[in-house]
């Protein structure tokens, strides 16, 4: 399987939707950049395996979902935007820390 170069993605600051699902990235795959696509309102990990996300995902101002679901390696979920309507966490069975959730 390739890996995703992520660089190309980050000059788009239209993108309102962004789908990695099962794209095979590892920790240290998701580049902090992405916490500057500021219109983006969908970010999809699925399947993904990696332990943890950028903390800056907080500054995703208008983030409405947020699709962790079969990240089997997640530990850590950062403070998340206010905006947040959906978090799917199924299947991250190694999830330990969950701060800023509430």
């Given at each position: 399987m ?12 239209s ?16 580049p ?11 970010l ?15 500054q ?8 962790l ?19 799917d ?14």
């Amino acid at each position: 399987m390739q890996r995703v170069n992520l660089s190309d993605i980050l000059c788009l600051y239209s993108l309102e939707v962004l789908d990695l699902s099962f794209c095979n990235i590892d920790e240290g795959g998701i580049p902090t950049e992405i916490c500057h696509l500021s219109s983006l309102q969908q970010l999809l990990l699925t399947g993904n395996l990696f332990r943890s996300i950028p903390a800056g995902i907080n500054q995703l101002s208008i983030l409405r979902l947020l699709d962790l679901g079969h990240c089997q390696e997640l530990r850590q979920i950062p403070a998340l935007p206010p905006s947040l309507r959906v978090l799917d966490v199924n299947e991250c069975t190694e999830l330990e820390t969950s701060s800023g959730l509430l």
